[in-house]
């Protein structure tokens, strides 16, 4: 099995030279062409000063860039930072800080927001802008010029070399990079292919953002390791999934539940039952039990939930793709991978009784980047401490039933409700504030401030959003907005996030 990343692209390139790994816009990509345009970036880089250990940074759209510069950046022997586009410039400021990132490619489109946040950056080398002019950064296609040779992976100590650098939301509010290795990265690739059965023959459909774990791992580097082709949309919509299923002849899809719910609901969600598709997976957030059901009675399909974490590359339990499959359950281990339930004392609880999930495998994460007190904690007694509590039945399979942090999980994504308390406890009106994440139908869940204004101001729910939009990434903007009179407290001061919540005693 290849341990080094970038060597699943050099694999494919040379098993399945003229085959599509990209296709993008109905245009196809070769595993030739890919290798190439890569191993070009990697020779780019290497004349730039980068170096292997260095950290790269990818804020960038679903596109071919995306994948090539990926590679690119691990054939060098960097760590690739992944972005999520939709941050704001204080968030790209904070992550380009904490991750030394020396090198940052990005979108013309995205410099409003990326270019302010290299003020006081040290150690910086470089912005290369897709689709930018020189005076805007470095044009992307200038990495490709011919002086600059195809260069071939070096080589990496696999348990210990790290490959990519996922960024999740931490206890302090800011997020935490949970650093993967090449071994966590490929295990988790081949064991996700394993689980879902991908081969050589499939055609994905990567809906999930690459910035994402799970458009890394689930679609990307899962699909690489068995030569399969993927479709990547830029954005999604039902429509473009539609156009994907009877153009491509795509065979799988995976997307997080908000995107079942969309196609369920589209105006031609017929289209979707005039397909190829073998297997529909969900990725990134659990399935509402109603949108399940729905989908499955309307398109005749058997959806195929499971569970992951970004400390853990990400992929750490799914239902049987051919077996049995459970409502609301995330399913049985994927191979190589273990799972248990704690108590509070780190002791195994018997079946039935809920804990929280502890997980161990060869695609667990080496801690925290400059996090060493919150490493040994996640990490303690050799088991990855998840932070959700769940139980286990007879057969094995998992499910899960609250988290033991307040985090919101929004379409797919981490909201973490400090942050965004404390960014609206800067607002000029505003005294105090909560936030909580509610029910959902589409996304999930979604936030929800409770804001108790200074004494003789005024606002509206609408001058919270905007003032919140404006400050941070939109999908963690709240949603809601209530205003109360007091927050309900503890007699120690703590605000009671159940009572804004309405949860049962």
């Known amino acids: 099995m290849v341990k080094n990343l970038a060597g699943l692209l050099e694999q494919d390139a040379a098993k399945f030279p003229d085959d599509p790994g990209i296709i993008f816009k109905g245009k196809k990509i070769t595993y030739r062409e890919l290798n190439t345009k890569a191993g070009q970036i990697a020779s780019a880089l290497k004349k730039m000063g980068i170096s292997k250990g260095d950290h790269i940074g990818i804020h960038l759209p679903n596109c071919p860039e995306f994948v090539i510069t990926y590679f690119g950046i691990l054939k060098v022997g960097a760590t690739v930072i992944p972005f999520n586009v939709m941050l704001k410039e204080q968030e790209i400021h904070y992550l380009l800080i904490d991750a030394s990132v020396k090198i940052l490619f990005t979108l013309k489109e995205f410099l409003p927001e990326a270019k302010p946040a290299l003020r006081g950056i040290s ?15 470095i044009p992307f296609d200038t990495m490709f010029d011919p002086s600059n040779p195809v260069m071939t992976a070096v080589d990496v100590v696999p348990e210990e070399d790290l490959a990519v650098i996922f960024y999740t939301s931490g206890t302090t509010g800011k997020p935490k990079g949970a650093m993967l290795t090449h071994a966590n990265m490929t295990s988790n690739a081949f064991a996700t292919a394993e689980t879902y059965k991908y081969s050589h023959k499939d055609i994905i459909i990567s809906a999930m953002p690459m910035f994402h774990a799970a458009g890394q791992t689930n679609v990307m580097t899962a699909a690489f390791s068995q030569g399969a082709a993927v479709v990547l949309l830029p954005r999604f919509t039902p429509e473009q999934v539609f156009e994907a299923l009877t153009t491509e002849k795509a065979t799988v899809f995976i997307g997080v539940p908000t995107m079942y719910f969309q196609i369920l609901y589209s105006k031609q ?43 853990a590359a990400p992929v750490v339990s799914h239902n049987p793709v051919d077996g049995l499959k459970k409502a609301l359950s995330i399913g049985i281990a994927i191979p190589g991978v273990e799972m248990k339930i704690y108590d509070d004392d780190d002791n195994e609880l018997p079946l039935g009784q809920v804990g929280e999930l502890v997980i161990r495998g060869p695609n ?31 057969d094995k399979y998992f499910f899960i039933v609250d988290r033991k942090k307040d985090m919101i999980l929004t379409g797919g994504f981490n909201i973490y409700p400090r942050e965004i308390e404390e960014m609206l406890f800067t607002h000029p009106k505003v005294a105090e504030a909560a936030v909580v994440g509610i029910a959902d139908q589409e996304k999930g869940e979604k936030a929800k401030a409770f804001i108790v204004l200074k004494e003789g101001e005024t606002a509206t729910a609408e001058d919270i959003v905007e003032f919140c939009r404006a400050r941070v990434a939109a999908y963690k903007a709240p949603r809601e907005i209530e205003f109360v009179k007091s927050l309900p407290r503890n ?12 949860d049962k005693e």
Do not use: T
Request: charged share 30%; with cysteine.
């Open 123 to 137: 150690g910086f080398k470089g912005m290369v802008v897709v689709g930018g002019a020189k005076e805007e950064g």
């Open 364 to 394: 667990i994460m080496k801690g925290y980047l400059n996090q060493p007190q919150e490493s040994a904690e996640a990490l303690r007694g050799g088991w990855l401490h998840s932070g959700d509590m769940a139980y286990m039945d007879e």
């Open 269 to 311: 969600a017929e289209r979707f039952a005039e397909n190829n598709l073998r297997l529909c997976l969900v990725g990134a957030a659990s399935m509402p039990e109603k949108i399940l059901k729905e989908f499955g009675d309307k398109f005749k399909v058997v959806i195929s939930e499971g569970y992951g974490i970004s400390e």
């Open 491 to 502: 007699a120690a001061g703590k605000v009671l996030k159940r009572v804004l919540r309405g």
